[in-house]
């Protein structure tokens, strides 16, 4: 399928990958086929970076089927190392866009953006995967009850996410992190409307902590859990 998206990637989309990953990783993203079936619980995990924690996931989980997506090649071949043995897990290497347009209404179960890319300076904010659209492309793929979590390091990426989800007519906010409740960074712009009651969310009982959750956290961030459920 052909690319309908420019995609911004704060890394690359692949460096000089060895035979032997390029050969996992050609092999991973080759078996990738949507089933004419698609299986009853069905996550979708959009830029999974190594792949470690949604193969981690999928292990402890193997009632459930788990789709992951990064453009960057490198990473997926390092997913598809981690996804070794499970037949629970496809790989792609497809924009996480150009993935959501391919999956039919109210097919996912559960929606998790762990961790995209920051883009810290205002006018690189457009650049981010959380957008009005991307949210409506994610609210479309949801069964009604299934929940959409992004999770952020930065404070910034947490509020852009929430103004975002607090006007979404078909993702209701279902609950923030007592982070967000103390964070100092405010909503900006049109999107600057009271988030209203904010419940502690910690990371839900299934999280895995990812790659970049951990060397955040060595820094110092902490992780914000940002839930919405589809609305019925
Ligand atoms: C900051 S890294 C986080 C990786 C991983 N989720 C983690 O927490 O360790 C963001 C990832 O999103 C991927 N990414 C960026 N834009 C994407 C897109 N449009 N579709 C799929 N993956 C994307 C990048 O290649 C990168 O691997």
Known sequence: MQPTHPTFTTGRTSRRLSDDDKAAVLA????????????????????????AAMAARARANPQRFYLGS???LNGLAQAARAAQGLDNVALTNLDARDLLATLPPSSVQRVVVPHPDPWPKASHHKRRLVQPAFLS???????P???????TDWPDYAFHTLAMLYHHPLLPLHQTTEAAGRCKVKP???????????????PPAWWVPTKYQQKAAALGREAWFIQAVRRG
């Open 137 to 143: 492309a994610c609210a479309r793929v949801l069964q």
């Open 28 to 51: 991973a993203v080759a078996a990738f086929t949507l089933p004419a079936t698609l299986p009853p619980v069905l996550e979708l995990e959009l830029g999974i970076g190594n792949g």
């Open 145 to 151: 009850g299934g929940e959409l979590w992004v999770v």
């Open 70 to 72: 990064d453009v960057y």
């Open 188 to 202: 900006a712009g049109a999107g600057a409307a009271p988030l209203g009651p904010q419940a502690l969310a910690q």
